[in-house]
């Protein structure tokens, strides 16, 4: 018959630890000076996704900015030209009277 031992499965995390261990010094010896820059290319490639975004959010705050301006002059002017309606009809209101019951 068999033996029915059981036996310790395997485990990965030791394996896992092992490998994290023998890349450690690797990482401690490309420290770079204070003075140089040398980035990896999804940090250059995230700094300028960056700068994109940066340039139309700006180019969206500008048009929202035009915008404002240009209903705030709209809203002036219609204001204006109301006033003049109505000024107009005031001062001619008993001829527009006399016309109507005609």
Not at 62 to 85: C, E, F, M, P
Request: hydrophobic letters at 40%.
């Amino acid at each position: 018959m068999r033996n029915h031992e059981t036996k310790a499965p395997v485990s990965p995390v030791a394996a896992l630890a092992e490998s994290r261990a023998s890349k450690k010094p690797d990482f401690c010896n490309s420290a770079k000076t204070p003075g140089e820059f040398d980035m990896e290319p999804r940090v250059s490639e995230l700094e300028t996704h960056f700068k994109y975004m940066r340039r139309d959010m700006d180019e969206v705050l500008n048009d929202v900015r035009t915008i404002k301006h240009r209903l705030a002059y709209s809203a002036g002017a219609t204001a204006v030209i109301l006033g003049l309606l109505g000024w107009v009809a005031n001062s001619r209101f008993d001829q527009l009277v006399t016309l109507i019951s005609n």
